[in-house]
Every structure is written in structure tokens, then in C-alpha cells.
């Protein structure tokens, strides 16, 4: 079964930054594709950004370009989000999901779907507040 755990979380203030790690066990990473989500208060879960492992292909929500930027680190079989200029209306908590699979290439998109997600994180609470 795939495990993740999210970790890095935290409170900042407006303008801080904050570097969200998506650790996988039980998997290799290079064969899945790696998507962050994030839920607000009251508000539905939306994609924020997703990573093809094996490609390095990227894309980000509309709402985080230039911001925020999603990598990969093989060795120690992590996803990174690191969020710079964050702003109150990035508050949520943030899931990191994986998929795998032939169809891999197809869960990573500018449409920023759930579709193909099947394992997912506890995930990790972000507050942006002054």
C-alpha cells in the first residue's frame, strides 16, 4: 500500500513562506505522479499543483503561478511545494496524493483534477494570518 506523509506546515504571516515535503514510502516516486491539493474552511478541495516523477512535467493552479514551485527530490523519495508570498487566501489544510499506473501521464494536467489520485496523505495544516 502506498504511504504518504505530509510534513511542514505551520502558521506565517502574509508575504512569509512556508516548505511543504511529501514523503513516500513503501514506493518509488519516479513512477507516480505526485499532485498537492489544499482545502479551505468551508470550501471545496482543489489541485494546487502536480508533478509527472518520471518526466519532471509541472503545472500549477492559476491561483499559485509564480509563487509557488513543485520539485522532486529522488533521493530522498520526496515531493517539495515550496509556497513563497503567501497570502491569507492560501490557508488550508494541503494533501499530497499519488498515481501511478500507465495512465500517470494523463493525472497531471492544467485542469488540476482528482481523477487518477488513488492514495492520499493526512495532510498538513497552512495558515496565513498576521
Known amino acids: 500500500q502506498v504511504q504518504l506523509v505530509e510534513s511542514g506546515g505551520g502558521l506565517v504571516q502574509p508575504g512569509g513562506s512556508l516548505r511543504l515535503s511529501c514523503e513516500a514510502s513503501?514506493?518509488?516516486?519516479?513512477?507516480?505522479?505526485i499532485g498537492w491539493f489544499r482545502q479551505a474552511p468551508g470550501k471545496e478541495r482543489e489541485g494546487v499543483s502536480c508533478?509527472?516523477?518520471?518526466?519532471?512535467?509541472?503545472h500549477y493552479a492559476d491561483s499559485v503561478k509564480g509563487r509557488f514551485t513543485i520539485s522532486r527530490d529522488s533521493a530522498k523519495n520526496t515531493v517539495v511545494l515550496q509556497m513563497n508570498s503567501l497570502k491569507p487566501e492560501d490557508t488550508g489544510v494541503y494533501y499530497c496524493?499519488?498515481?501511478?499506473?500507465?495512465?500517470?501521464?494523463?493525472?497531471?494536467?492544467?485542469?488540476?483534477?482528482?481523477?487518477?489520485?488513488?492514495?492520499w496523505g493526512q495532510g498538513t495544516q497552512v495558515t496565513v494570518s498576521s
Open positions: 496524493a499519488a498515481g501511478g499506473g500507465f495512465r500517470r501521464h494523463s493525472y497531471c494536467s492544467a485542469s488540476m483534477s482528482e481523477a487518477g489520485y488513488s492514495d
Open positions: 508533478i509527472i516523477s518520471s518526466d519532471g512535467i509541472t
Open positions: 513503501k514506493f518509488t516516486l519516479d513512477f507516480y505522479t
